[in-house]
């Protein structure tokens, strides 16, 4: 969450491949109608600014096949030397030579842009044009209430991910029968067997060597729920609020860091980056984390019979709260410039990819190439899925792309295996996720936004170093933290909060 945030408020530094991570995903309404795909009697020639970071020319043939059913061909450019997004784009605005569609990753900036002419005013468009999009947004006013700019303009058709659920709790199954154990139900039995895999040696090679809990993201904030606090902003009876700045943060930090010090956490857990999954699985000495189900899940078969009895098995939160979820819409999409000569069809193609043809071609590529229609449901062909590149050579052709679309859960859940699925419906029928703080950052005057990122910058800068200062024992947290509380208030925690409350009260009555 803090990571959108930062995204969409500051700068973005690379291209995100895979977008967001914020807000609950509430029954999505994904309904598609059909119709006639043909937008224009003649071929037409739309061009669109797509960054990326992908090895190849941009010509995705997603866009030759969307082009034989609407007769509009999107040709893209892609700054292939640049793969900061902010820069691509801020320097195709200096260029004065904008494309007529601009996909983006930042719909603050967009919106500020828009607010200044850059970019088309949607609104009236899609009642006039988009059919689609417009049931779409009707079925769906909360998604409708996240693109809507703070001046009431909708500036960018967003991506709308699939499935509900993100992440989870995995732990080594295997282990835990080796020791006899059953699958921790509550903070008390998480310590206890995380204290058991430290000290019965369940990987059996008669070293103290395992790493009780890990995690691939270099933090440990799905820690925090465990003492009932919060690692960033969250919303309690419309009161905006800063877990950081709250009493169970204190707690919380307490308690994990003296997991850290009995050495239940791993000792690197900073440091060691998103390789630590893979490293720690495979070297048979990672016991428990937290991370997608479909990437972690996975190491069930890539390990398989690699590492002896390797079973890893998703568990409900032992807190009962999970903080991650889907969003409900991503921070990507696709916007039109003001330079563009025929916004009307550019509309149209926009709604094109909401249809079900275009959702389709989006989620599964092409019929009797990737997919054949089972019962009018499209199901990936066994021989394609079978083969190890499957996700590459859907990519490359141009599947599941950074543009708006609606995203089909069953693209991702026709791929992943058992163990995955099994996880996310554990979480689904427990209901864990917490409702997320949304992203209100759009929500904000451009005056109001650079108060915000500076008090936000300052502070989160401080609290990051004092956790790890806590957390690796080189502060004690009894003698420090009142000390901590004055900082955070002399570097205007009060006003922050204030600032946030104001964005979120208009979020709210939208
Ligand atoms: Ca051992």
């Not at 909708?154 to 992440?167: A, E, N, Q």
């Not at 990987?203 to 799905?222: H, L, M, Q, R, W």
């Not at 959702?359 to 899925?385: I, T, W």
Request: contains cysteine; charged residues 25%; negative net charge.
């Amino acid at each position: 969450m803090k990571n959108l945030k930062k995204l969409a408020v500051i700068v973005l530094s690379g291209i995100m491949l895979m977008c967001g991570c914020t807000g609950k995903n509430k029954a999505v309404n994904r309904e598609v109608s059909t119709g006639n795909s043909v937008i224009t009697e003649k071929p037409t020639e739309l061009t669109v600014f797509y960054p990326s970071s992908k090895e190849d020319d941009g010509q995705w043939k997603i866009f030759e096949e969307a082009g034989k059913m609407t007769n509009v061909y999107a040709k893209t450019t892609i700054s292939k030397s640049n793969t900061d997004f902010s820069q691509a784009f801020n320097l195709m605005l200096a260029s004065g030579n904008m494309p007529d569609i601009v996909v983006t990753y930042d719909p603050v900036t967009l919106s500020e842009y828009g607010a200044d002419g850059a970019f088309v005013k949607l609104n009236e468009y899609i009642d006039k044009y988009a059919p689609n999009i417009k049931k779409f947004l009707d079925e769906n006013p909360e998604i409708k209430r996240r693109i809507t700019s703070y001046d009431k303009n909708i500036y960018y058709i967003p991506h709308i991910p699939g499935g509900s659920v993100s992440t989870g709790w995995f732990v080594r199954e295997d282990w835990l029968k080796k020791l006899n154990m059953s699958v921790p139900t509550n903070v008390d039995e998480l310590y206890t067997v995380l204290k058991a895999f430290k000290n019965n040696d369940p990987n059996e090679n008669g070293k103290a060597d395992e790493i009780p809990y890990f995690s691939n993201t270099s933090k440990v904030d799905c820690l925090y729920p465990l003492w009932g606090a919060r690692p960033d902003w969250y919303v309690k009876d419309g009161k905006v609020k800063y877990g950081p700045y709250e009493t169970e943060y204190k707690t919380a930090i307490q308690n994990i860091s003296n997991w850290y010090a009995e050495g239940l956490i791993d000792a690197e857990i900073y440091t060691r980056g998103n390789n630590a999954r893979e490293k720690l699985f495979s070297e048979n000495v990672g016991g428990i984390t937290h991370d997608w189900f479909g990437s972690t899940a996975a190491f069930n078969t890539s390990l398989s019979g690699k590492v002896q009895n390797f079973k890893i098995k998703a568990f409900a939160p032992p807190s009962g709260v999970e903080l991650e979820s889907r969003p409900i819409s991503s921070p990507c999409g696709w916007a039109i410039s003001s330079s563009c000569k025929n916004i009307e069809t550019a509309v149209k193609y926009f709604d094109f990819w909401f249809s079900k043809e275009g959702s389709r071609l989006m989620n599964f590529g092409v019929e009797g190439v990737h997919y054949d229609l089972v019962d009018d449901k499209p199901v990936f062909k066994k021989e394609l899925l079978n083969q190890s590149d499957f996700k590459k050579q859907l990519t490359s052709f141009g599947v599941q792309m950074d543009i708006g679309f609606v995203q089909d859960f069953e693209y991702e859940k026709q791929w992943i295996n058992e163990s995955a699925v099994e996880g996310m419906k554990l979480y689904e029928e427990g209901n864990f996720v917490e409702e997320q703080f949304p992203m209100i950052s759009m929500e904000y005057s451009s005056d109001e936004m650079k108060e915000y990122s500076n008090l936000q910058t300052q502070i989160d800068t401080y609290v990051s170093e004092m956790e790890q200062k806590w957390i690796l024992g080189a502060n004690d947290v009894n003698s420090t933290y009142d000390g901590y509380i004055q900082k955070l208030e002399k570097f205007g925690i009060n006003r922050l909060i204030e600032l946030q409350q104001k964005a979120y009260d208009r979020y709210a009555s939208k």
